[in-house]
């Protein structure tokens, strides 16, 4: 199975992001990466935010980003095993 590919934004890391990022990092089932810009800038500037394989994910805090991040990371799991249900069955 492919590794989830978790995205920030170096300006957002003064929203705390940059801790969430090192955890993330620390984690050998997660391909995580920094990025100058993810153009996403209204949003960067106001909220913490990354991205899940391309989904934008953004909360109010750093830990409600976190539980968003692991809910996008599950979600995305579980629609690629039913779409791989659906095309083994064919």
């Given at each position: 199975?492919?590794?989830?590919?978790?995205?920030?934004?170096?300006?957002?890391?003064?929203?705390?992001?940059?801790?969430?990022?090192?955890?993330?990092?620390?984690?050998p089932d997660y391909e995580v990466i920094e990025?100058?810009?993810?153009?996403?800038?209204?949003?960067?500037?106001?909220?913490?935010?990354?991205?899940?394989?391309?989904?934008?994910?953004?909360?109010?805090?750093?830990?409600?980003?976190?539980?968003?991040?692991?809910?996008?990371?599950?979600?995305?799991?579980?629609?690629?095993?039913?779409?791989?249900?659906?095309?083994?069955?064919?």
């Open positions: 199975m492919l590794k989830p590919i978790i995205e920030f934004c170096a300006s957002n890391m003064h929203h705390g992001t940059d801790k969430l990022m090192k955890k993330l990092e620390a984690n990025y100058g810009c993810l153009g996403n800038c209204g949003e960067c500037y106001l909220v913490p935010f990354g991205m899940v394989d391309g989904q934008i994910v953004a909360a109010e805090t750093i830990e409600e980003l976190e539980t968003k991040l692991m809910d996008e990371i599950e979600e995305q799991q579980a629609l690629r095993e039913a779409l791989d249900r659906i095309i083994d069955d064919m």
